[in-house]
């Protein structure tokens, strides 16, 4: 299990950088990736989240497409199509916001072995997806609220945390 890293934490808010080395060491943490995601109830996991300056995501929507890990992905192409869905995340854990996004996404990225792949996606995976992709440019789903309801998200995060240090799981 990895510490996963919370709203305030650093690394969060840090572009990543590109993966270069295909090894086991990669396999290691995209095992344990899953692993904790699996134990934190999540549906994707950025490697920012785990303290890991990476371009490195795993999702498992336990719909469509199962257990994927990406690597450098880049989103090559989305739809004019719009959907709402409220959004959560394991690093700001209890807050969950309706966020605006496309509707399906055309990903292309690397496996642990370095193979490349491309995934239309669409639905659940489309969201996760584009979630997970934004950790690795140091964004956080909360930035994409208006202003006015980020700033509450804030300030109700601050509420929470105030007294209890940071809490990691």
Not at 5 to 18: F, H, M, Q
Not at 21 to 43: C, K, R, Y
Request: hydrophobic content about 35%; some cysteine; overall charge negative.
């Amino acid at each position: 299990m990895l510490d996963i890293s919370l709203l305030g934490d650093e690394v969060l808010r840090e572009p990543t950088e590109r993966v270069t080395v295909f090894d086991s060491t990669l396999s290691i943490l995209v095992d344990a990736m899953f692993d904790t995601m699996d134990e934190a109830d999540g549906v994707g996991l950025a490697a920012p989240q785990v303290g890991v300056s990476k371009r490195i995501f795993v999702v498992d929507t336990r719909q469509e497409g199962g257990r994927i890990a990406f690597i450098n992905p880049e989103i090559v192409e989305t739809s004019e199509e719009r959907s709402h869905y409220e959004e959560g995340c394991l690093s700001v854990p209890g807050i969950y916001k309706d966020v605006i996004r496309p509707a399906a996404v055309t990903v292309q990225a690397q496996d642990v072995t370095g193979r490349a792949f491309t995934i239309k996606a669409t639905g659940l995976l489309a969201r996760v997806v584009q979630h997970e992709n934004d950790h690795l440019y140091g964004k956080l789903f909360i930035d994409r609220l208006p202003d006015e309801e980020r700033e509450k998200v804030l300030r109700q995060w601050e509420r929470r945390s105030k007294g209890r240090g940071k809490r990691k799981k």
